[in-house]
C-alpha cells in the first residue's frame, strides 16, 4: 500500500484523538505501517542524494560510515559495533546542566542512585572489590564506557576502578559535558589509564571552556574526541568555533542521530519527524545536518575522523551484540522507546508541503474512511 500524504495525515489526526488505552485495528495498523513506510523512504531518498555528494565515504564493514583519517576511528565504537558490545558501567546519577535533548529532561532530580560505594556493571550492582571476581569468571569484554549522567559530578571516585580495568587490559572511554573538568581531573584519569573521552560539546554550546578543556584531555588521554546528538544549534556553534577546536588536536567528532524519548519529544513537538524501522524517532534534520558536516569535513580535508553515529548505526550495533551473545538469528533489542505510538508527532510532516512522499496510490477498498470495520 501507498498511502497518499493526503490520507495519511487524515488517518494520523484521526489516531492521535484516540484514547491512550485504544489499540489500533489491525488495517488500521496496515494504514500507521504504510505512513511510515512512505516517510521513510523518502528520507532515505534524501539522505542518499546528500552521500552522494561525500566523494570520500566510508564504512566500517556496511556498520556505519565515516569519513576522514580511519586510524582515528574511536576504538569505543569499534568496541560497540564489532566487538563484544559497549560495557556500560554506570555510578552518577546527577548532571550540572539540563539540555533540550537530554533522555532524561524533567527527570534529573529523580534519577535513581546506584548505592553508596557501588557500581551498575551489566546491571548488577557490584563493589570495587568484586571486579576482580567478574573478571576472572567473566570473558573480559573489548570495551566498557562509563555512562549515566555526569561523572566530573564525583570523578574523584572513578580514579581506582579505571585503574582496575586498566590493569586487566580492557579498553577505556568516558562520556562528559567538559564543563566541570580540570587539568588536574583530566590528568588523574589519563594516569588511571582512560583510553578515551568524549565531550558532549553540544551541551555546552560549544564553549570556550569545554573547548580548552578538550586540548588539556589530548595531553594526558590517547583518543579525545566530541560526540553529541547532531542538531542545529550545535551545527552553527561548531562552525563558529571551528579553528579554536581543530587546535585542540582532537581524533574524532561522533554525530549522533538524535532519536526522542518521552522525556525530551516535547521539546521538538512541532518538527518534522520519522521512524526507523519501527524503532527510534528522530527529527529528520538531525541526520541530514551529519551528511552535510561530513561533506565539509571531506572537502576540507579534516585530520580526524567524522562518524555518523545514526539510527542505521545502532540498528547495527544492537544485531552485532545479539549475535556475541549467542541470541537467535536476527535477535536485536532495537526497538520503539515508547509505550505508545505518539501519532500526533508526525502530523507536522504530514502537514508540510514541501515534503513529498515518492508515489502515491488510492487507499484500496476497505480502507477508506467509514469503510473499515475490522
Known sequence: MKISKKDALMWFEFFSMLPEEEELMTKQKEIMYSTFAQIEEAIDYRNDMLMSEIKGLNTLKNRTLFVGNESKFPRGCISCLMGTGLGAIRKTNKCNIECKFCYNYGELEDIPPIGEGMWDIGGTKFYEKDIDMLLSVHKKPTGVAYVYLEPFMEIEKYYSIIKKFSDAGVYQHLYTNGILATEETLKALGEAGLNEIRFN??????????????????????N????????????????????????????????????????????????????????????????????????????????????????????????????KEGKWFGASNYACEFPRIPYEAFLPILSDDNFKFLSEEELPDGYKPGELIY
Not at 207 to 215: A, E, L, M, Q
Not at 242 to 266: G, P, R, S, V, Y
Not at 269 to 276: A, F, V
Open 201 to 222: 560539546l553540544g551541551a555546552s554550546n560549544c564553549s570556550d571552556k569545554v573547548i580548552k578543556n578538550i586540548g588539556i584531555a589530548k595531553k594526558y588521554i590517547n
Open 224 to 323: 579525545v574526541g566530541i560526540e553529541t546528538p547532531m542538531t542545529p544549534e550545535f551545527f552553527e556553534a561548531f562552525f563558529k568555533k571551528k579553528q579554536a577546536i581543530f587546535e585542540t588536536k582532537l581524533d574524532f567528532i561522533n554525530c549522533a542521530e538524535l532519536h526522542l524519548n518521552e522525556n525530551n519529544i516535547n521539546n521538538y513537538y512541532e518538527e518534522n519527524m520519522y521512524i526507523s524501522r519501527h524503532g527510534y524517532i528522530s527529527p529528520i534534520w538531525s541526520r541530514e545536518l551529519t551528511l552535510k558536516f561530513m561533506k565539509i569535513a571531506d572537502e576540507e580535508k579534516w585530520d580526524l575522523v567524522v562518524h555518523d553515529c545514526s539510527n542505521n548505526t545502532k540498528f547495527a550495533r544492537d544485531l552485532n551484540l545479539s549475535s
